[in-house]
Every structure is written in C-alpha cells, then in structure tokens.
Nanobody, 127 residues
Framework: QVQLVESGGGLVQAGGSLRLSCTASGSTFSTYNMGWFRQAPGKEREFVAAISWSDTVYADSVKGRFTISRDILERTVYLQMNSLKSEDSAAYYC??????????????????????WGQGTHVTVSS
C-alpha cells in the first residue's frame, strides 16, 4: 500500500502562486511516476502534470505556469503553481503510478492508470 498525503491548498488571488505538496510512503518512491490531477465541480478529473525518473509532462492548460518536481529523500512531489487563474480552481489530487518492479519508462496522463490517490486539497483562485 502507498499512502499519499497532500497539503498546500488554499485561497489565492488571481495571478498569485501556491505550492502543493504530496508526501508518499514507500522506500521505492523513486520508481514511482507521480501525477497531479484536478477536478472542478461538475467536471471530470483531469490531468495536470506528471513526473517520472527523467521526464515531466504538463497539460496544455497549465504549461508554462505550473512546475512539477520531487524530492526523493523526502518522498515528496510538488506542484508549483504560478500565475493562477480562476479556472485553476479545483480539488487537486496527487497520484502514484507504481510499478511492480523497476521503473516505468513512460508517463501516462490517464487517471485510470494510476494506482494510488491522495484525498485531495482544494485550490480556490479569486478574481
């Protein structure tokens, strides 16, 4: 079992910044591909960003504004969100794509392919 604990959500004005954190259990954290997804009221959960051992992938809607990173020793993945817009308001979830052995070679943006999820942290961007 992988446990994911998220933090960092809150209320921010448009144009501002937030940094979300997600700390994972597991000594093999470095092998996980980690993703961030978001879900606004009335909408489906959508891909935001993901990181593997070597690569990052971003949704077009956040490219250039958001940065995903991780600290292996702290077993934590971050989502730095800059230039926030009202349409970024959503519940943000981190997720882990956990391989049985070794590293995943590819990042998936499909939420159905992630194995573990955090409880979510709300981000509200005021105009």
């Amino acid at each position: 079992q992988v446990q994911l604990v998220e933090s960092g959500g809150g209320l921010v004005q448009a144009g501002g910044s937030l940094r979300l954190s997600c700390t994972a259990s597991g000594s093999t954290f470095s092998t996980y591909n980690m993703g961030w997804f978001r879900q606004a009221p009335g909408k489906e959960r959508e891909f935001v960003a993901a990181i593997s051992w070597s690569d990052t992938v971003y949704a077009d809607s956040v490219k250039g504004r958001f940065t995903i990173s991780r600290d292996i020793l702290e077993r934590t993945v971050y989502l730095q969100m800059n230039s926030l817009k009202s349409e970024d308001s959503a519940a943000y979830y981190c997720a882990a794509d956990v391989p049985i052995r070794g590293y995943r070679l590819e990042i998936t943006t499909n939420k159905d392919e992630y194995d573990y999820w955090g409880q979510g942290t709300h981000v509200t961007v005021s105009s």
